[in-house]
């Protein structure tokens, strides 16, 4: 089974809406995080935002929030307000282990999303 | 500061050709990891390195070697590419006690 599922190959957005990234995850470890990353054309991957399994509240960093539902294995990344720079590839990604992932992330397949004017 | 850069960006080898990509930090990070993504797909761990002269398999290590003789480098080796290594490589670091992984700008290796 996969770790990390992102159902959404590709979406279509139009300027200045919100928008909802699907993401779920497979782990039987109580400790465990999940990150997003915004790859632009360029290529780099950029940090987004953290939710760990124990932290109390959704994780939210400017635009970008985390709806973070465990007893679903969810952890959807929100965009509001979308800009044309928002185009590029989302990662969803999942570290496990209370040694705090020095194994490294598992990635989803990601999800394209292009905003339109 | 520099953060994390990777030589070369982009390379082309022939099959059988042996090369090494370098990643190298300027933020002290204990954790060092080498990636690869493949046209739509996610990018899945080689290996990594948990501090200086330890290394460890990540989910792909087939084909590949590292070393880390030093904190601030980790280096990744192809003794005998194939065209199957062609991807795109990305170097990240991570420091003890925070799980933000900083990454590379990437390495575009092809090969024929």
């Known amino acids: 089974a996969q770790k990390i599922t992102q159902t959404q190959p590709g979406m279509f957005v139009q300027e200045k809406e919100a928008v909802t990234l699907d993401c779920t995850y497979d782990?039987?470890?109580?400790?465990?995080?999940l990150f997003w990353y915004k790859q632009p054309s360029s290529g780099e991957m950029i940090f987004l935002i953290y939710?760990?399994?124990?932290?109390?509240q959704n994780a939210t960093e400017g635009r970008y929030s985390l709806n973070f539902q465990k007893a679903r294995k969810s952890a959807n990344l929100v965009i509001s307000a979308s800009q044309l720079g928002d185009s590029a590839m989302y990662f969803c990604a999942m570290r496990e282990g209370a040694g705090g992932g020095a194994d490294g992330l598992t990635f989803g397949k990601g999800t394209h999303l292009i905003i339109q004017p | 500061n520099a953060g994390v850069t990777q030589t070369p960006k982009f390379r082309v080898l022939k099959t059988g050709q042996s090369m090494t990509l370098l990643c190298a930090q300027d933020?002290?990070?204990?954790?060092m990891y080498w990636y690869r993504q493949d046209p739509g797909m996610g990018l899945r761990l080689i290996h990594y390195?948990?501090?200086?002269?330890?290394?460890a398999k990540g989910e792909v290590p087939d084909g590949y070697n590292v070393s880390r003789l030093k904190k601030q480098n980790f280096l990744l080796g192809l003794e005998s590419a194939a065209p199957s290594q062609t991807s795109v490589y990305f170097c990240?670091?991570?420091?003890?006690?925070?799980?933000?992984?900083?990454f590379g700008p990437g390495t575009r290796l092809t090969v024929t």
């Open positions: 990240a670091t991570r420091e003890l006690l925070t799980y933000e992984q900083y």
């Open positions: 939710q760990g399994s124990y932290d109390q």
């Open positions: 933020m002290n990070h204990e954790y």
């Open positions: 390195s948990v501090g200086e002269g330890t290394t």
């Open positions: 782990t039987s470890d109580p400790s465990y995080g």
